[in-house]
């Protein structure tokens, strides 16, 4: 579990809480940031107006979306980085076509379908269409997930700023009673509120951490790929692994050297 979303998130919502409360009245506070016209009006406005322009098959995977941010992906550039080594020692010494065996205890089925294209002698171009077409697919699903809670992120405030005019129309239909302008000017506020709590508190982390992982995921299959078509050409295990190192940074490039020492 990613621990850093559970505790941002918690962390966020408890600072907002805090001031709320961090005034003459209290905790007495709380209950006047609570408005059900409000919540519905800009939660209800938002989701809405996004269920409108996507499918609602597209819909409920980008609501499902949220959950992979508290999941940590199983991600090791280093470890594949080794992996693709040891695939480029069998090769060289044992040929392409002992690679089936290695294939099979695979448990990535990126990294597999790769070498058994290449053992079935299939062309390192037509190899590399095959993959890249796969991960260009792959990144395309993923964003559709982060343009949903985007687009969430830009209705909110919008739907936030529809409630204030609707409350504001409202306290204006009723200036003969003064009495009632400022708490009908604070209700008319909350909902401008409510959207930029959407917005800034779930929709932006959820959309920046979904990003993050959609780029590891693209760059380690990257690594793949040029691994994978690097064993097929014959090259040697060492260029094969200075040039996978160029994807790393170079702190971690350090880790992958004292693993190989």
Do not use: C
């Not at 998130?9 to 907002?16: N, P, T, W």
């Not at 597209?58 to 470890?79: E, H, M, R, T, W």
């Not at 990126?110 to 062309?123: A, E």
């Amino acid at each position: 579990m990613d621990i850093a979303s559970i505790i941002g998130l918690v962390l966020a919502f408890a600072l907002m809480i805090f001031g709320m409360a961090n005034g003459d009245f209290g905790w007495a506070a709380l209950p006047w940031f609570l408005d059900l016209p409000s919540i519905l009006i800009t939660f209800g406005g938002a989701f809405g107006s996004v269920l409108a322009s996507v499918p609602m098959q597209g819909f409920l995977a980008g609501l499902k979306s949220i959950g992979l941010i508290f999941k940590v992906p199983q991600l090791d550039s280093i470890g594949t980085i080794k992996q693709i080594i040891d695939l480029s020692n069998v090769a060289r010494k044992e040929g392409l076509l002992a690679l089936e065996e290695s294939a099979n205890a695979l448990e990535e089925p990126f990294m597999k379908k790769g070498i058994l294209l290449i053992v079935d002698g299939t062309d390192p171009e037509l190899v590399r269409g095959i993959l890249e077409a796969e991960l260009v697919n792959t990144d395309t699903r993923h964003q559709t997930n982060i343009a949903f809670w985007k687009q969430i992120g830009a209705m909110g405030p919008a739907w936030g700023m529809i409630g204030t005019l609707i409350g504001l129309i409202l306290m204006l239909k009723n200036l003969s009673d003064p009495d009632s302008i400022g708490p009908s000017m604070a209700t008319a506020l909350i909902t401008t509120y409510y959207g930029s709590v959407l917005a800034n508190w779930l929709s932006a982390p959820v959309a920046g951490k979904l990003t993050i992982f959609n780029d590891e995921e693209i760059q380690l299959k990257e690594i793949m790929i040029e691994g994978l078509l690097s064993i097929q050409a014959g090259e040697n295990p060492r260029v094969i692994e200075e040039k996978l190192k160029s994807f790393l940074a170079p702190g971690v490039r350090d880790q992958l050297n004292e693993g190989g020492e």
